[in-house]
């Protein structure tokens, strides 16, 4: 026959190794055997296994040309892959119920709904018409009762060649001293690798030796660490412990007791799935409750300070492994199972086709069903006064052509709804132009953005900021979310999984090759009764203001010199910069208000920290006579000269020179305003005056009046 296995990774895993054992064999009775996989694969990345390099690799591309007998999907993405090869059979290989690798929900994990959904696609899996092939009584079980399918049963063999008690150890073991060894990668959360190392550690094992997946050279507690060992050196390692503790929440039927057991050693397990395959507790290993981390403790040091029960437990595990057969036995029971699926009805790629179609057709419908259900519970709890869960993220993405299909180049930032937040990002310049894209929420509601900027951290120079309703304009908004409405140019309805703003492209003239960006956004999301709030003009974070302080040498200034500090609307407060010099001279410039409204000064001054001297203070009207004013920012009436009319952006005030003799470089300045901006309608209130009616009245109604009909105020 033609046998094709379908591989989800041809690294180090005890599920590529089992499927390595069989294949291989296979190919050793005169079965053609190739292994299939997305990408190409390097003879170093399946290296580790002795007999892979027998076996033909074929990319999914390349297999398409082929005609295959039978053609196996192993890994659950796998399935979905029979429909574009052409094989009078398929079978899919189950060496777990992989649906339980996915990590239990995280409402403050960005990837938790998708998470959600890929352990839906991949329990769909199962339920594919095709026949089965498992190596584990309990998932045969499991099919039966949850997919109506009844499975072959080949259990797994062992290398009987390699895994022998006799033989060469990394260190022969000593009597008196207790080594454990831990096994599995130490990233991934169901093999609980992490606690069996503090628990083995709790225990007083003298030695803690970890066998592992993972690239890694040392980890905490640790005596030893081997790495990404080839399989036909594992067996030294195995001889030189007295038990493997594994203590994984999930398993097929796990290999690395069974292996101990025939290098004479023995296990503590919990009771994971496959345990019971060949493993009796007090027999030849121990057998302890998830998570019972006391107990674990208990039994380790029971055979630590009881080296006779050791050593019958280890008696017990060597008759286990005396009976068990090996992998020539078992891949004579697979190779039974795939005459048997051969002589049996072909597959329909049609059916495939339509499976395929039907199983993803029902993923946006979940997607669009998760994220109402999160936004009517959100909703029901706002209205009702009951506490609502925030959780929400932003991602920041980045891509040199535009595409964003590359997961690796993106980021995520965590953050709670209702309040205002900001989210920082860095990346190094690896290629040019750059485009980059911006997803500001994870759910259905409000996002009102503040700024967003972008600054070359290497050249200390921002090279795109949008702070204004105007520069907000400059975002292109696609997919999920738009707009609110034209007005408001700052307010965003996000109705998706998927929003998306793109920012204009980072060329050559912003950034070179490895510089550092920095992308800073500052937002709130909310509830749709947030409408209500805005509608209003009842919320008490938009009595924000903002000033911004720009410097330079020859007066020419840009957003690369510039700081910016926000302050509370409607009540005097004092906002101050601290300006280390870089250069002399030095002109200042102060945008003392982004919105419409009246501004109060009551001070301003410039004062040389460095020197203890103060530079220019301005206190008394005239004194403000001094400033220049530009822009949309000027005075409300001649004879008051510490009260000015901002008509938005752009309110600038730009202050006298200093000269060379007043600073150095390297002075430190502080630039302290004391002021009150408010509405016109706050400042009547403050003075106390109505401008409510168009009659006659006091030079403050008209000053106010003229002021309100400048800011485009007619209602006033």
């Given at each position: 026959?033609?046998?094709?296995?379908?591989?989800?990774?041809?690294?180090?895993?005890?599920?590529?190794?089992?499927?390595?054992?069989?294949?291989?064999?296979?190919?050793?009775?005169?079965?053609?055997?190739?292994?299939?996989?997305?990408?190409?694969?390097?003879?170093?990345?399946?290296?580790?296994?002795?007999?892979?390099?027998?076996?033909?690799?074929?990319?999914?591309?390349?297999?398409?040309?082929?005609?295959?007998?039978?053609?196996?999907?192993?890994?659950?993405?796998?399935?979905?892959?029979?429909?574009?090869?052409?094989?009078?059979?398929?079978?899919?290989?189950?060496?777990?119920?992989?649906?339980?690798?996915?990590?239990?929900?995280?409402?403050?994990?960005?990837?938790?709904?998708?998470?959600?959904?890929?352990?839906?696609?991949?329990?769909?899996?199962?339920?594919?018409?095709v026949p089965m092939i498992t190596e584990a009584a309990w998932i045969q079980e499991y099919l039966q009762r949850h997919h109506n399918s009844w499975p072959y049963l080949v259990r797994n063999g062992i290398?009987?060649?390699?895994?022998?008690?006799?033989?060469?150890?990394?260190?022969?073991?000593?009597?008196?001293?207790?080594?454990?060894?831990?096994?599995?990668?130490?990233?991934?959360?169901?093999?609980?690798?992490?606690?069996?190392?503090?628990?083995?550690?709790?225990?007083?094992?003298?030695?803690?030796?970890?066998?592992?997946?993972?690239?890694?050279?040392?980890?905490?507690?640790?005596?030893?660490?081997?790495?990404?060992?080839?399989?036909?050196?594992?067996?030294?390692?195995?001889?030189?412990?007295?038990?493997?503790?594994?203590?994984?929440?999930?398993?097929?039927?796990?290999?690395?007791?069974?292996?101990?057991?025939?290098?004479?050693?023995?296990?503590?397990?919990?009771?994971?799935?496959?345990?019971?395959?060949?493993?009796?507790?007090?027999?030849?290993?121990?057998?302890?409750?998830?998570?019972?981390?006391?107990?674990?403790?208990?039994?380790?040091?029971?055979?630590?300070?009881n080296p006779q029960d050791l050593k019958r437990l280890k008696q017990g595990a060597a008759e286990t492994a005396a009976a068990w057969p090996d992998w020539d036995a078992c891949a004579v029971q697979f190779?039974?199972?795939?005459?048997?699926?051969?002589?049996?009805?072909?597959?329909?790629?049609?059916?495939?086709?339509?499976?395929?179609?039907?199983?993803?057709?029902?993923?946006?419908?979940?997607?669009?069903?998760?994220?109402?259900?999160?936004?009517?519970?959100?909703?029901?709890?706002?209205w009702t006064g009951a506490v609502a869960e925030h959780n929400n993220f932003v991602r920041f993405s980045w891509s040199g052509d535009g595409t964003f299909t590359d997961h690796q180049q993106s980021q995520?930032?965590?953050?709670?709804?209702?309040?205002?937040?900001?989210?920082?990002?860095?990346?190094?310049?690896?290629?040019?132009?750059?485009?980059?894209?911006?997803?500001?929420?994870?759910?259905?509601?409000?996002?009102?953005?503040?700024?967003?900027?972008?600054?070359?951290?290497?050249?200390?120079?921002?090279?795109?900021?949008?702070?204004?309703?105007?520069?907000?304009?400059?975002?292109?908004?696609?997919?999920?979310?738009?707009?609110?409405?034209?007005?408001?140019?700052?307010?965003?309805?996000?109705?998706?999984?998927?929003?998306?703003?793109?920012?204009?492209?980072?060329?050559?003239?912003?950034?070179?090759?490895?510089?550092?960006?920095?992308?800073?956004?500052?937002?709130?999301?909310?509830?749709?009764?947030?409408?209500?709030?805005?509608?209003?003009?009842?919320?008490?974070?938009?009595?924000?203001?903002?000033?911004?302080?720009?410097?330079?040498?020859?007066?020419?200034?840009?957003?690369?010199?510039?700081?910016?500090?926000?302050?509370?609307?409607?009540?005097?407060?004092?906002?101050?910069?601290?300006?280390?010099?870089?250069?002399?001279?030095?002109?200042?410039?102060?945008?003392?208000?982004?919105?419409?409204?009246?501004?109060?000064?009551?001070?301003?001054?410039?004062?040389?920290?460095?020197?203890?001297?103060?530079?220019?203070?301005?206190?008394?009207?005239?004194?403000?006579?001094?400033?220049?004013?530009?822009?949309?920012?000027?005075?409300?009436?001649?004879?008051?000269?510490?009260?000015?009319?901002?008509?938005?952006?752009?309110?600038?005030?730009?202050?006298?020179?200093?000269?060379?003799?007043?600073?150095?470089?390297?002075?430190?300045?502080?630039?302290?305003?004391?002021?009150?901006?408010?509405?016109?309608?706050?400042?009547?209130?403050?003075?106390?005056?109505?401008?409510?009616?168009?009659?006659?009245?006091?030079?403050?109604?008209?000053?106010?009046?003229?002021?309100?009909?400048?800011?485009?105020?007619?209602?006033?």
């Amino acid at each position: 026959m033609k046998i094709g296995f379908l591989l989800g990774s041809p690294g180090i895993s005890g599920g590529s190794y089992v499927i390595y054992e069989h294949a291989s064999r296979l190919k050793r009775k005169g079965h053609q055997v190739a292994v299939i996989t997305r990408q190409e694969v390097q003879p170093e990345e399946h290296a580790w296994h002795d007999s892979a390099c027998e076996l033909d690799w074929l990319t999914i591309r390349q297999a398409r040309n082929e005609c295959f007998d039978v053609v196996l999907a192993t890994w659950w993405e796998t399935p979905f892959f029979l429909r574009k090869l052409r094989a009078k059979h398929c079978a899919y290989f189950v060496q777990s119920i992989e649906s339980r690798f996915f990590e239990p929900p995280d409402p403050q994990h960005p990837l938790s709904l998708k998470r959600t959904l890929w352990r839906g696609l991949c329990e769909q899996t199962y339920s594919c018409a095709v026949p089965m092939i498992t190596e584990a009584a309990w998932i045969q079980e499991y099919l039966q009762r949850h997919h109506n399918s009844w499975p072959y049963l080949v259990r797994n063999g062992i290398r009987k060649d390699i895994y022998a008690a006799d033989g060469p150890a990394v260190a022969p073991r000593q009597p008196g001293r207790f080594r454990v060894l831990v096994e599995g990668p130490v990233e991934v959360f169901f093999k609980n690798v992490p606690a069996a190392v503090r628990l083995a550690k709790a225990a007083g094992a003298d030695e803690i030796w970890l066998l592992t997946s993972s690239a890694i050279q040392s980890w905490p507690d640790v005596d030893r660490v081997f790495s990404r060992v080839p399989i036909h050196e594992t067996p030294a390692v195995y001889r030189s412990c007295d038990l493997v503790l594994k203590l994984s929440y999930v398993e097929g039927m796990f290999g690395p007791p069974l292996e101990m057991f025939h290098c004479g050693g023995t296990a503590l397990v919990y009771d994971v799935t496959g345990h019971d395959e060949y493993i009796v507790h007090d027999q030849n290993a121990y057998v302890v409750k998830r998570d019972d981390e006391a107990e674990v403790v208990r039994l380790l040091r029971h055979l630590k300070d009881n080296p006779q029960d050791l050593k019958r437990l280890k008696q017990g595990a060597a008759e286990t492994a005396a009976a068990w057969p090996d992998w020539d036995a078992c891949a004579v029971q697979f190779e039974q199972a795939l005459l048997q699926i051969a002589a049996g009805r072909p597959v329909s790629r049609g059916y495939l086709q339509e499976w395929t179609r039907e199983v993803f057709r029902r993923r946006k419908p979940f997607v669009r069903a998760a994220l109402q259900k999160q936004f009517a519970e959100r909703e029901q709890a706002d209205w009702t006064g009951a506490v609502a869960e925030h959780n929400n993220f932003v991602r920041f993405s980045w891509s040199g052509d535009g595409t964003f299909t590359d997961h690796q180049q993106s980021q995520w930032r965590h953050y709670q709804s209702g309040a205002w937040r900001e989210c920082v990002f860095t990346i190094r310049v690896e290629e040019l132009p750059l485009w980059l894209r911006l997803d500001p929420s994870s759910r259905i509601g409000i996002t009102e953005l503040d700024c967003v900027t972008v600054r070359n951290v290497s050249q200390d120079r921002e090279i795109m900021a949008f702070r204004e309703q105007e520069e907000l304009q400059q975002l292109f908004l696609a997919k999920d979310l738009k707009w609110l409405c034209p007005e408001l140019r700052n307010i965003i309805f996000t109705y998706g999984e998927d929003p998306m703003i793109l920012l204009p492209t980072v060329k050559e003239g912003d950034a070179q090759l490895g510089d550092l960006l920095e992308i800073f956004i500052r937002l709130r999301e909310d509830g749709m009764q947030r409408l209500n709030i805005l509608a209003s003009g009842a919320d008490e974070a938009d009595r924000n203001n903002a000033m911004l302080l720009y410097w330079d040498s020859q007066g020419q200034f840009s957003r690369g010199k510039s700081k910016n500090h926000r302050y509370p609307r409607g009540e005097q407060t004092a906002v101050s910069f601290a300006l280390p010099v870089a250069e002399t001279p030095l002109w200042l410039r102060l945008d003392l208000s982004r919105r419409h409204g009246f501004i109060e000064i009551a001070s301003l001054v410039v004062r040389n920290v460095t020197q203890n001297a103060d530079i220019m203070t301005f206190r008394q009207p005239d004194d403000f006579q001094r400033l220049f004013l530009t822009g949309s920012l000027t005075w409300l009436a001649p004879e008051q000269r510490n009260i000015l009319l901002s008509g938005g952006p752009n309110a600038i005030c730009v202050l006298p020179k200093i000269e060379q003799e007043q600073i150095a470089p390297g002075d430190m300045l502080n630039i302290t305003v004391t002021l009150r901006e408010s509405s016109p309608q706050h400042f009547a209130a403050q003075h106390h005056v109505s401008i409510a009616k168009h009659g006659g009245g006091p030079a403050w109604k008209k000053l106010l009046r003229s002021g309100a009909r400048r800011l485009g105020l007619t209602n006033i």
